[in-house]
């Protein structure tokens, strides 16, 4: 089931990048976005990973650059 949104941030926690903390809506969110953006690039990694989802995703530092925010608001 594809969950619709309108340009809706949505933030998901994980406890040291846990997956057994991840809710079933969190995994559910993660699988349909548009957008991924980590906190940490192998903490990111192996949490998509271990719950098969296999997107490209930004890091938060490298998203701060004014030219990426200007990439992701066109989003």
């Known amino acids: 089931m594809?969950?619709?949104f309108q340009k809706t941030?949505?933030?998901v926690s994980v406890s040291l990048g846990n997956p057994g903390d991840l809710?079933?809506?969190?995994?559910?969110?993660?699988?349909?976005?548009?957008?991924l953006i980590g906190e940490e690039s192998q903490i990111t990694s192996k949490l998509?990973?271990?719950?098969?989802?296999?997107?490209?995703?930004f890091f938060v530092m490298n998203i701060l650059l004014p030219k990426?925010?200007?990439i992701l608001g066109k989003w």
């Open 68 to 70: 990426k925010l200007e």
């Open 48 to 57: 998509l990973k271990s719950i098969l989802v296999s997107k490209q995703f």
């Open 23 to 35: 809710t079933a809506r969190a995994r559910e969110l993660l699988e349909h976005s548009d957008i």
């Open 9 to 11: 941030l949505v933030l």
């Open 2 to 4: 594809k969950i619709e």
